[in-house]
């Protein structure tokens, strides 16, 4: 327990004997939840406003799911700021911008909800509280969309507190604590870890795996990425995930791929950390393992199905990618729309047929670089990845022989290349305009930068 | 150097190399200072973002003190918020509480100038050079008070950096690294320390120290306070000032004295941490040394000559506390203006004369009780451990006999106690009240309440 | 990979190069294990000293059991000190006492075998390699006698390492290392540890566990110890092993109770560290949980039954210990022979009959202080703690009911107390007069000093 | 305070109260300091033992001279093994090898004073008080050898304790704590340092320093090597010991120079660390600053001037070498013996006379290549590198023009460089046939490999 969360439990304990002495009923918990929100933002002493916050998240922690929602709006109606009074200092500074009058504006928009956030955050657990408040805040918006507001000041609070500065970077292995490992089972999304002997190979001799961590939720993980250092730029997933694989001689290694990137907070979500992990990761190897000199991921395309089903794919460009593949195709599907037959196919391809592969190759670059979702690619992990600054190397048809893999994308992965000479560049052109960097290897000839239009 | 500034390092340099090619004019200084910022609020890759703020902050640091002058008046002007349009989007808020319109009403408002400072923020020393701007820039406001909006959001960036969940406590002993200790003897504003022996004999056996610091500027205390420890509440300043003071046993005090508290860091000016320094220190000690049982500081009273030569005390008042002394006076100062006569005496006041003592106990009590300024006690010490949570325990005359302590405050001295049991109430009903609790030692009867009116 | 161990490698490889230019054979292998380990003991450069040393142990790990002993054999015969030479050196001395000759008496006893442990030890691994290779020779010199003078110098070359003053001690909890925790399941050599969740429920709340570590053997531990926090001074065992045993509130625990203590290391057999390490953990939780007060191990009693069996009581003694109880029981054993009876009868007692429950206790008290091997007690683990200085505060009739206890001990185990204000004292009395402490509360009267006899 | 010591205080303060009560006169000191001796090789019980060796440790610190030579001296004769008992079980192990008697035989020679030894060396400060010992005790061997085997056995002592498994490899700069930067003033034996900012200046920008450190004897270095960051071979070492020296960029730099090394605990001679220690830096100094290519000393010729007064030069060598110089000279020197003419010229050397610097070069060279101190170099500064597997680079006149470098060297300095893909077949060479490894920049031809003979 560090020193600061000593201290402030200290504080807090004598808070609650002096909110026992002058208000019991409240401490007996005489009042609603919003009454108690309410009142700590009248305290002005720093003990009963800490034992106030303490009281307010553990009622909430205690409530039903009803409770918390009639919370939540208490949250967005009543705790909202004053816009009236917003309006009417604005208008005063257009006029004469006095500081007196913009720090009561900020003070208009910042002193309630907002500031309630930040007085549940000081507490020992606060943070990992309020973490866990957004999660089930996140839950909540799709239905009742006037949460948003609310969950735009908890991100905030969120935010500032998890800022990069602070972030650790560690790396993972079998001399990692116990409890760490045992989040790693629980956390990992993309390819499930069975059980310790399972971890245990997957932190053996010629793989790794590195975390984000931040002093606020100490011992828990913010994302992890797990990696096998290879003699190639895999193209299967099965040896990763293989608990018999053989472990093989990491001195001899030239490669590190990220096979699974999990992030492990969803009270998180929208406060990124990804971007850095794997930079960072690519750039520790290069220092602790300088035999590593290819950085590349195995990914899935997890959107793939769903785009091909849900027609998001312009018809006539995948008639024309389909048609060679078609063709050498059993006569019997001649007639069958083409969505109908990709779908009722997926999960029974021929790995040696080669129009298949063919066919596969084409879909997965054509969805990887043709369809978009605003600015950017569809598919979210496309997205990630290219936004980063990564390039498409490889299209892997039956990477992922897995019935999951096959259903979700059909059995297609892909590797994302991380070249640290072209990363940084890549990304800015990705987000200045929305540039796709295409490695040289896939189109057979020179480099292409596709331009998503 | 830690992982996230090598990492940071690399990235800008990318960017570095970027700039150089995309915009060659800016990277050699052809525009503004005041141009750079507008552009980096424009950028929305991460390398070049970067290396545009590492190009401001060296242009602002290479500026001369007009350059900077205009600069903030920039920040002030130009990079104000559109305040027609916050009060627009505040008024349709009003109507119809849209989480649309909430973003971008914060966007209006965060978006420029505090989001310039977020951006300034990030390169690896980019928290230092903010902190030293704002050292620049708090000395710039009482001459053009319209700066004082920007000191607003540059204090708000700082704040959320330099919050206490991240502070680091440490002792500081003749174990601590040198350029540590350099920075204390440069920085020590209370009692000055002369040299590195002057510095050991403050560090040994019978003293210690402590100091608060923060990652964001590793090796630079934000703030630290100065040990002794000693049989009693000590009424004089000289021993702990003395190098040829003997080292007394530690193992026989019960008492320690707060001798000298210094803040370091001017930018940093209403980001609190004073507070928590010392109920931590108190904290500690009853740990590490359970023999310590009383907690006091030995504090000077920066304001009280200055006061009395203002008249800011009250005239009738003053003259009460003053005749009984006045009247063992000699003749000659009789007719003498009450104000004159203190001002003049108060460099040569006569310790062996009971009247004088008596006169002085009943001044410094008067004046750190009954004299305001705003809600709270006018003198700035006072202020600070009243605040806290302290009671005035002891005056005491001829406490600090050194030119200054007798020009500033006629050479009284105060103890401010810290007693554990009593510290949070009086915390909070100074708070809440303006109440300031008096040891029953010096009113010689019982514990006294006097409440600031 | 500490730096000193990095050095060495890098030195190693060094001397693997000059000693495969200087002497290719020998880094073939071409001459015996014998015959390198004689000319390792004449290099004079470091390098290829180093090298020759690796060189060693990595052959003495692929030999067979036969080369092993046949290595073992050579060491105590052909390395053995030329005691002829020895002698006349100390005639020499005793006659005149010259320190060259002293110097050359030391180097004729400690230059050949003693030293070739010694240069054995450096390589990174050496110590590691030693103490496998002292397990190995100790499971060898029961049936040969003659390399029990090799076991004095390699023991002497791991004495002089695993010296107390680099011991590090180590709580142990679920966020110790995944490996540490690994092998702990490995070495429990008391209570079994079934797997990762029976080991979790052991490092849980209001239980603990303690170790010794050496630099010279990273992640492995010496000896650890496993705690219970209880109400009571236990006397069962079966709460501490069951996985669904509910966790008590460790806050309202006053008794620590040392329920496990394993050994881990065979190859440091009769290098101490356990009486270090409860005495040490005593006072770590007397200062991290002062709640705590007593201190007790809930111990079992290897050795009864065998000395029954054995006959090692004295007939008459035990005869009149066990007369209540036989004259309560079905007659049909009146003729049977005690020992053979109390054989018999051992796997199946019957914990409601108030004589069973009294002839025990008077059994396991007899039994524990009566009983002796050379100055010191029969029993090996009452040897352990009354050496350490515990008391004997209880004998727990039916205290572990597992087949196994019941088989060697008739279900008996013993509370042995660690009073620090008496343990030193116990000590010494034990060292130097054989006394054992015995707890007033087993005698029911005053405190008891049984002197072994 | 580590736990261990904390440990051994606290049995050790139990010890203490057992004394006092079983024999108070022997804590009043009624015995004397060799009866106390004698005493505690009888104790039985760790805490008496604790107790008593640290009063032993107490009562011979506070020893006069006189006294402390008699208790040695005691050391000497009484505590002797007993020479006659070793012969006699040394004659029967030549008969019969039984490990019984074998274990006698240790105990006969190790049990009295080694075992004393070992005694002292268990409480917390025992190994420091063993090393002020010890440099005590080498003080009176020179005029006492009856002395000499008492040192024996205390080296072995320590030298068992300071084994280099434990030595902690530190760098030293401006973060290292005060305690132990102001232990290096004191230290610095080569080059004096003034005062902290002299020191400052040596761990700037383009200087450092390394040291080894041992758990036993915290925060004080046992040697110390300072470099400095150059871009050639350094010939002056004028430039690292003048504080106004600006700093120059440490990332030009290729090459380190090692211009001070200094042993710091006489009590540990003849345990050598200093081997280790250079080419540790130049490891860590190949890793961390990997720009920096060539490692070279800077270092005094100590002994050169003492050589030419005493003789030990061969006179027609001598003579051969300085006729060129001498033709060159005034004439006046014509009939002076050549020793008395260089003892004469020593301190008032032309250095832009050109016949005296090929002077210079051939004698310094001639000295450290031919002139003998056994099987090795004269020279102690050259026998240390060449026996570390340095090569002698360059001979620099006038390299130190101090007074004290003129006079002992006549300003003559050496660079012996390590070369790490030579340096441990340089050492095995030396170590086995004397070999001297000769740059061939010295001989202005080929590499030379100059045999001491």
């Known amino acids: 327990m560090s020193w600061i969360n000593r201290f402030i439990d200290s504080v807090t304990d004598k808070g609650k004997e002096l909110l026992q002495a002058e208000d019991p009923d409240r401490v007996k918990g005489q009042y609603s939840l919003q009454e108690d929100c309410s009142a700590l933002l009248t305290y002005r002493g720093d003990a009963t406003a800490l ?30 700021p004053d816009f009236r009074y917003v309006a009417e200092l604005a208008q005063k ?10 720090k009561q504006l900020l003070a208009a928009l910042n002193g309630g909800r907002h500031m309630l956030f930040e007085l549940l955050n000081i507490p020992g657990s606060g943070t990992q509280a309020l973490v866990k408040m957004r999660t089930e805040l996140l839950d909540l918006v ?110 001899r290694a030239n490669t590190a791929i990220f096979y699974s990137i999990s992030n492990c907070q969803t009270g998180l979500r929208g406060i990124s950390f990804g971007n850095f992990l794997i930079k960072q990761v690519v750039q520790h190897i290069q220092k602790e393992r300088p035999q590593i000199t290819r950085f590349s991921t195995l990914s899935p395309i997890p959107g793939l199905n769903r785009a091909v089903q849900k027609g998001y794919l312009a018809e006539d460009e995948l008639q024309q990618i389909a048609t060679p593949w078609l063709t050498s195709l059993n006569k019997r599907y001649a007639d069958m729309p083409l969505t109908e037959l990709l779908s009722e196919r997926f999960e029974r391809l021929d790995e ?6 063919s066919f596969l190759n084409e879909l997965g670059l054509h969805y990887l670089t043709q369809l978009k979702r605003g600015e950017e690619p569809y598919d979210p992990v496309a997205r990630f990845h290219l936004s980063n600054g990564a390039s498409i190397y490889r299209i892997n048809p039956f990477g992922n022989r897995k019935p999951h893999g096959m259903k979700s994308a059909a059995g297609l992965m892909v590797n994302y290349l991380y070249d640290l000479e072209r990363v940084e560049m890549n990304h800015e052109s990705f987000k200045q305009n929305g540039t796709i960097d295409i490695h040289p290897n896939l189109t057979k000839s020179k480099r292409r930068l596709r331009v998503l239009s």
Chains 1, 2, 3, 4 share one sequence.
């Not at 106030?52 to 909202?80: C, H, P, V, W």
């Not at 500074?93 to 913009?102: C, G, I, M, R, V």
């Open 51 to 80: 034992a106030m916050a303490q009281q307010i998240l553990g009622r909430y922690d205690n409530s039903s799911a009803e409770e918390k929602l009639s919370f939540f709006q208490y949250l967005a109606t009543e705790m909202s």
């Open 93 to 102: 500074l257009e006029q004469d911008a006095d500081s007196k009058d913009y």
């Open 142 to 251: 799709p239905k009742h969309p006037e949460l948003a507001s609310v969950d735009i000041d908890l991100k905030t609070t969120l935010e500032a507190w998890f800022n990069r500065g602070f972030l650790e970077f560690r790396e993972i292995d079998w001399h990692t604590s116990a409890d760490i490992l045992e989040k790693l089972i629980s956390y990992e999304a993309v390819h499930e870890i069975q059980d310790w002997a399972d971890l245990k190979r997957r932190l053996s001799g010629d793989r790794s795996c590195f975390a984000f961590f931040h002093p606020a939720l100490p011992d828990d993980p913010l994302i992890f990425v797990q990696v096998g250092f290879t003699e190639e730029i895999s193209d299967r997933i099965d040896p990763f995930l293989n608990q018999e694989q053989p472990v093989s001689d990491p001195a």
């Open 352 to 357: 040696s047929h080669d129009d298949t592969v």
